[in-house]
């Protein structure tokens, strides 16, 4: 395969727009779920995006991956478009641990961008990018975000949404409020993973906001403004 990030464009592709659906991405959920992260193994995790006739995936991206006690260590070749040698990466993402309310503990990684430190399940590569980070220090978004005008209001009926499956109403819906208890009746699992969903979704939320509020200070030109309110003399 040519070594780890093997392809035309190595780990990360050819340039385009910045979503998470264009992004590699490495899920601890699903690590953990194929029983991937015990210390001591070594694999390559790999990406395509198409078949041969005999239905074969044509791998187009790869990483290798050596497990530690408290985390995972990257290795791979990103090689630019057009150019023979790439350039090699080699780094670790440590975990960080929460306990589940029904038992056993959760995985989580640590973003490894010295400036960040997120607690995130996902850690995204996109394309032209070198390094596999977190959501937010991408500032990556969706696709469905691509075709809407209003995402600021879907993030909130999403978050309301997601509330409700907890039992919550009225002022509790709503983002930042405290969480619902768990209902009776729910297992423990579910309402964690409600939970989970619904941090997310908040986190979408502000950062929604905060894109918002920095296009509209741009588009009015006030970005003078904003930096002397921030320094003033």
Known sequence: MGGYGSGPY?????SGKRTVEGCL??????????????PGL????????????????RYHSSVGITVYQDGIKLKYTVTPEGEKKGTDYEYKISYAWTSCHYGGKRPWFVCPNINCGRR?????CPLGGKYFLCRYCWNLTYNSCQTS??????????????????????????????????PKGMHWKTYDRLVDEIIEAE???HWVFISDA?????RWGMEE???KAEDPV
């Open 10 to 14: 190595g780990v990360c592709g050819k």
């Open 25 to 38: 991405r490495i899920d601890i959920r699903e690590l953990r779920k194929k029983d991937y992260l015990r």
């Open 225 to 227: 403004e904003l930096i």
């Open 203 to 205: 986190q979408l939320r």
């Open 214 to 218: 920095m296009a509209m200070i741009r």
């Open 149 to 182: 005008g209003k995402l600021f209001d879907q993030a909130t009926n999403r978050v309301r949404r997601l509330r409700r499956k907890l039992g919550a109403w009225g002022d509790r819906e709503y983002p930042e409020r405290p969480l619902p208890e768990r």
């Open 120 to 124: 995130v399940a996902v850690v995204y």
């Open 42 to 57: 070594f694999y390559t995790w790999q990406w395509h995006s198409s078949r041969d006739p005999q239905d074969n995936p």
